[in-house]
């Protein structure tokens, strides 16, 4: 039996990963090694760089690309906009790369632009985001359910299952928001039933999800808890206006409103030290560039995957349209949030 070309190999299924590359498809064990394929040049989109999340993949990306000495062509930013991210991908395409690394914001809207990659033969590699139409070579993703879950378990445990919790909802015609939101209230209504929840849509928007909240505030002066499910960009608006209705004290003191924040910026690593809030769920911004990359090398490998689990803690999924790496988000509170091997801790300069 051949081995598959590439720097990768996988074996019963799990995907492993090999001196910084990805494992797929696996050789007979008598097979002897290959060499690794001349890696094409890797396109990268970067979506956007107005939260603290997408500056530090951005930022990881470039650091990572330096120490292994990659083949990068010149970084297109889209800005949130569709318009540009079309237009960027299309002008990488025509440079020919293997891989391009995208991370589409509109999810809808990705059929064509990934069929004409796909029909170029370049592989694509989402961030963050799963295509609901086209191809995908792997979506680098956290479990956003599981990141709902993680939220909804720890916030009903501090109020003793009962209490009141509002949920600052991401957009829900977006897939994050939509699996956070969903498990957030599904674990509430099965573990917790005493624990009413307040759902407000957001759009992801800042001042909408201020507005909302002091609604909820004043017409729910009991509020017990807020599930912020951007922290990064939630955080700054909510203890804005937790400090001006006088509700912003440290946990532990009476009043206190309990909250847990999804995506792990170091703001909110400094708001659980200061005791503004009690807890967020690190979305693993180093991993993301990481194991976007190393897609990227084995798409231009030629290395075929499977689902199953990985050596880096994750599950490779089954798509309709690719395979998904769920990577794991763990749980930051005042007892870890010094441990340095979380990515907020790891930023310098």
Same mark, same amino acid.
Not at 2 to 17: D, E, F, N, V
Not at 248 to 265: C, S, Y
């Given at each position: 039996?051949?081995?598959?070309?590439?720097?990768?190999?996988?074996?019963?299924?799990?995907?492993?990963? @090999?001196?910084?590359?990805? #494992? !797929?498809? #696996?050789?007979?064990?008598?097979?002897?090694?290959?060499?690794?394929?001349?890696?094409?040049?890797?396109? =990268?989109?970067?979506?956007?760089?107005?939260?603290?999340?997408?500056?530090?993949?951005?930022?990881?990306?470039?650091?990572?690309?330096?120490?292994?000495?990659?083949?990068?062509?010149? =970084?297109?930013?889209?800005?949130?906009?569709?318009?540009?991210?079309? %237009?960027?991908?299309?002008?990488?395409?025509?440079?020919?790369?293997?891989?391009?690394?995208?991370?589409?914001?509109?999810?809808?809207?990705?059929?064509?632009?990934?069929?004409?990659?796909? %029909?170029?033969?370049?592989?694509?590699?989402?961030? $963050?985001?799963?295509?609901?139409?086209?191809?995908?070579?792997?979506?680098?993703?956290?479990?956003?359910?599981?990141?709902?879950?993680?939220?909804?378990?720890?916030?009903?445990?501090?109020?003793?299952?009962?209490?009141?919790?509002?949920?600052?909802?991401?957009?829900?015609?977006?897939?994050?928001?939509?699996?956070?939101?969903?498990?957030?209230?599904?674990?509430?209504?099965?573990?917790?039933?005493?624990?009413?929840?307040?759902?407000?849509?957001? $759009?992801?928007?800042?001042?909408?999800?201020?507005? /909302?909240?002091?609604?909820?505030?004043?017409?729910?002066? +009991?509020?017990?808890?807020?599930?912020?499910?951007?922290?990064?960009?939630?955080?700054?608006?909510?203890?804005?206006?937790?400090?001006?209705?006088?509700?912003?004290?440290?946990?532990?003191?009476?009043?206190? =409103?309990?909250?847990?924040?999804? +995506? !792990?910026?170091?703001?909110?690593?400094?708001?659980?030290?200061? !005791?503004?809030?009690?807890?967020?769920?690190?979305?693993?911004? $180093?991993?993301?560039?990481?194991?976007?990359?190393?897609?990227?090398?084995?798409?231009?490998?030629?290395?075929?995957? /499977?689902?199953?689990?990985?050596?880096?803690?994750?599950?490779?999924?089954?798509?309709?349209?690719?395979?998904?790496?769920?990577?794991?988000?763990?749980?930051?509170? /005042?007892?870890?949030?010094?441990?340095?091997? @979380?990515?907020?801790?790891?930023?310098?300069?």
């Amino acid at each position: 039996m051949r081995p598959t070309t590439g720097p990768a190999t996988a074996i019963g299924g799990s995907i492993l990963l @090999l001196t910084g590359t990805l #494992a !797929g498809c #696996a050789p007979d064990s008598s097979s002897p090694s290959q060499p690794a394929a001349p890696l094409a040049g890797i396109g =990268i989109d970067i979506p956007r760089t107005d939260t603290a999340f997408w500056q530090a993949y951005a930022k990881f990306l470039r650091q990572d690309i330096t120490a292994g000495h990659l083949d990068v062509l010149p =970084i297109t930013q889209s800005d949130g906009d569709d318009g540009r991210f079309a %237009a960027n991908v299309r002008s990488l395409a025509a440079q020919r790369p293997s891989a391009v690394v995208l991370a589409p914001q509109n999810t809808t809207t990705t059929e064509t632009v990934l069929d004409e990659l796909l %029909a170029k033969r370049i592989h694509a590699i989402s961030v $963050d985001t799963v295509p609901e139409s086209g191809e995908v070579y792997m979506v680098v993703r956290a479990d956003n359910r599981a990141m709902g879950t993680s939220a909804c378990e720890y916030l009903g445990k501090q109020l003793g299952g009962k209490g009141k919790v509002a949920d600052l909802q991401g957009a829900q015609d977006s897939i994050n928001g939509y699996d956070r939101s969903t498990a957030f209230a599904h674990c509430l209504h099965t573990e917790f039933p005493g624990i009413q929840l307040y759902q407000l849509p957001t $759009d992801w928007k800042p001042d909408v999800a201020a507005a /909302k909240l002091g609604d909820a505030l004043a017409a729910t002066p +009991d509020l017990n808890a807020v599930y912020l499910e951007s922290g990064g960009a939630f955080l700054q608006p909510v203890l804005n206006l937790f400090q001006q209705k006088g509700v912003l004290k440290p946990a532990g003191q009476a009043g206190h =409103i309990t909250v847990v924040a999804d +995506d !792990g910026t170091p703001a909110e690593l400094d708001a659980i030290r200061k !005791g503004s809030i009690d807890a967020t769920i690190s979305q693993p911004a $180093d991993q993301y560039a990481k194991y976007a990359l190393a897609y990227a090398q084995a798409a231009a490998a030629g290395t075929v995957l /499977k689902p199953g689990p990985t050596d880096h803690g994750s599950t490779v999924i089954a798509l309709p349209n690719g395979l998904e790496d769920q990577l794991p988000s763990p749980l930051v509170t /005042k007892a870890n949030v010094d441990d340095p091997g @979380l990515w907020a801790n790891q930023l310098t300069g």
